[in-house]
């Protein structure tokens, strides 16, 4: 596969610090349309902290973050989303007293910029029958359709995930990034998410981050893999060449250094 010419995320020594620990250290990359990229590392090496300077859920103490080319490092995270920065999180960031139809009406609404408030959109979407069928899409997609009239905070967590997921596909954004999509999910949900995922990468069409531990899902998904270690990229490169490292066998993924 090669990369477009320009990447439509980029990092440049990005670094955050708290108090005398140095979170994540001058991490420097670059993201490319239709490239998948895993972020691997052991616990406590940055990876979700990286996450959170990307999306800007946390402010960098140095550095910069590019999003095709623009500098978005003073965004802060409801205008990087805007701009098309998406994230599902490693916990669920649900309402939890709205139907999951509206849950996802919401990100569709959002998407669409109709210009309507919370309340006004939730009484009043029988004006709006377009984002009712895509929204109901979204669901279907992640064979939530079943549960459209069901209260979040009554679905399972292996549900809330796939949920999630529905929400990020209905903001349609360039950038998507997933922080362990299937962290808490049972055998049977496990599929469901990573073949939505699958999906997603067969577009080709957006740049996707992907935090996970799992190594079967980090081979089955993988276009690229980097390795943070106590906040510093320490590997970059296609799956093979890093996984074979003595390095990352040894260190980071938890194999003896001859396996």
């Known amino acids: 596969m090669t990369p477009a010419a320009m990447p439509s995320l980029s990092t440049r020594e990005l670094s955050i610090r708290f108090g005398g620990h140095v979170a994540v250290d001058q991490v420097s990359a670059d993201f490319y349309p239709g490239t998948l990229t895993v972020i691997v590392g052991p616990n406590g090496a940055g990876k979700t902290t990286y996450f959170n ?21 003073r965004h802060g995270a409801a205008r990087r989303t805007a701009l098309g920065i998406g994230r599902a999180f490693q916990l669920t960031n649900l309402f939890p007293h709205l139907t999951v139809a509206e849950n996802v009406r919401l990100a569709v609404q959002s998407r669409a910029g109709a210009g309507m408030n919370m309340r006004s959109m939730l009484t009043r979407w029988s004006s709006h029958t377009d984002l009712i069928v ?58 469901v998410v990573l073949d939505l995922i699958h999906q997603v990468k067969a577009e080709r069409n957006r740049t996707i981050l992907l935090v996970e531990h799992k190594m079967d899902v980090v081979r089955s998904l993988a276009d690229r893999i980097i390795v943070l270690h106590n906040g510093s990229l320490v590997a970059d490169g296609n799956p093979a060449e890093v996984m074979a490292s003595p390095i990352v066998q040894q260190a980071y993924l938890g194999t003896p250094e001859h396996a």
């Not at 990307?54 to 500098?71: M, N």
Request: no cysteine; glycine share 6%.
């Open 53 to 73: 300077l990307i999306s800007g859920q946390l402010p960098a103490s140095s550095g910069t973050v590019l999003l095709d080319g623009a500098d978005i490092t």
């Open 134 to 191: 895509r929204a109901d899409y979204y669901l279907e997609r992640v064979s939530m359709a079943s549960r459209r009239d069901t209260r979040v905070m009554a679905l399972s967590h292996g549900d809330k995930r796939k949920l999630e997921v529905a929400i990020l596909l209905a903001l349609e954004p360039a950038v998507m990034m997933f922080d362990e999509p299937t962290a808490g999910m049972s055998v049977d949900e496990v599929p």
